[in-house]
């Protein structure tokens, strides 16, 4: 199969042992993925620390962060990170910049009373910044006074921005300041074009979108393998992601009834699993990311599924 309509990755899963991280890295080069990107959960490794690791193992891969919470990183020194991992592999950084989950943000003193001017203050900074500018920003959060990165530490190839948002407002604003939307898992075409109305790009916009995903011969087989996957679908934080998909009154019922997250997730009928992840022989879920880029996705990020995470990387390829 040959990507054709936009570039297909895979997200560096991260609970992934120490041991396994470069070799996973090296796979997914070797295999032939458009992207690798790397998170950055709360308690889990760093992402821009996973990401140099990345680049500096691979040869090809495009490494995306995705995504740093901006409460957490003051926006200068974040450009410092970026402009260094974009110089040394120049045409291979993305990097997505977020508020963050409320709950971990909040447990670590860094949840803003504004996520949304939080956001409106330090992307265009950040921007500026990695472009070789000057940044003078008075603002809430953000406060720089003449601040700008070196001639020498200001990349050839300045990395897109992107911002991982949810809401409509602030898919709204990133249609405003980025390069691109970050959309988290589980993103249908519905969802797509639903974004896409709030988002409204006023030019070129990059829909990077994640999904939980495995390849099996056995269709039921993958089905099973992304059942533990979906686990947290039932909190309020989803809920934008399911309503465009009509069966959300019914999903959160469900979740009530369910004792706890993992009974919600086994009780789940086969055909919201089938929807909310990419799961089936390589030719559907091949047509199921076909589907994502004609909604307007230009990247579709795959996060392997099952406990063998490298063995899914490989069942994952073969929809490229």
């Not at 921005?161 to 390069?179: H, I, Q």
């Amino acid at each position: 199969m040959t990507a054709t309509a936009g570039a297909i990755g895979v997200l560096l899963p991260c609970d992934l042992p120490a041991a396994e991280v470069i070799g996973f890295a090296r796979d997914a080069d070797a295999l032939g993925f458009d992207e690798l990107w790397v998170a950055e959960d709360l308690g889990h490794r760093g992402g821009l620390a996973q990401a140099a690791t990345a680049l500096a193992v691979t040869s090809r891969i495009r490494v995306g962060v995705g995504l740093l919470p901006a409460g957490a990183r003051n926006v200068a020194f974040a450009a410092m990170e970026a402009a260094t991992l974009a110089q040394l592999h120049p045409g291979r950084l993305d990097i997505a910049v977020g508020h963050g989950m409320p709950d971990w943000m909040r447990a670590a003193g860094a949840w803003p009373r504004s996520p949304l001017t939080l956001l409106r203050e330090y992307i265009p900074a950040l921007r500026t910044l990695l472009s070789g500018g000057t940044a003078d920003v008075d603002g809430r959060y953000v406060r720089l006074d003449g601040v700008r990165l070196a001639p020498t530490a200001v990349p050839d190839l300045v990395p897109d921005v992107f911002a991982g948002v949810r809401s409509p407002k602030s898919l709204a604003l990133s249609g405003e300041t980025a390069d691109g939307t970050l959309l988290a898992e589980p993103v249908t075409p519905p969802y797509v074009r639903e974004a896409l109305r709030s988002i409204a790009p006023r030019g070129p916009h990059r829909i990077t979108a994640y999904n939980v995903a495995a390849v099996a011969d056995d269709p039921g087989a993958a089905v099973a393998a992304v059942r533990p996957a979906l686990q947290a679908l039932g909190d309020a934080d989803w809920r934008p992601h399911i309503v465009p998909l009509g069966f959300h009154e019914e999903l959160a019922a469900l979740r009530a009834a369910s004792a706890d997250a993992r009974a919600f997730a086994e009780a789940m009928p086969a055909e919201w699993v089938e929807r909310l992840a990419l799961a089936g022989t390589p030719a559907h879920v091949r047509t199921r990311i076909d589907g994502l880029f004609a909604a307007g996705v230009t990247s579709a990020v795959l996060i392997p599924a099952g406990p063998d995470r490298r063995a899914a990387l490989a069942a994952l390829a073969r929809v490229l």
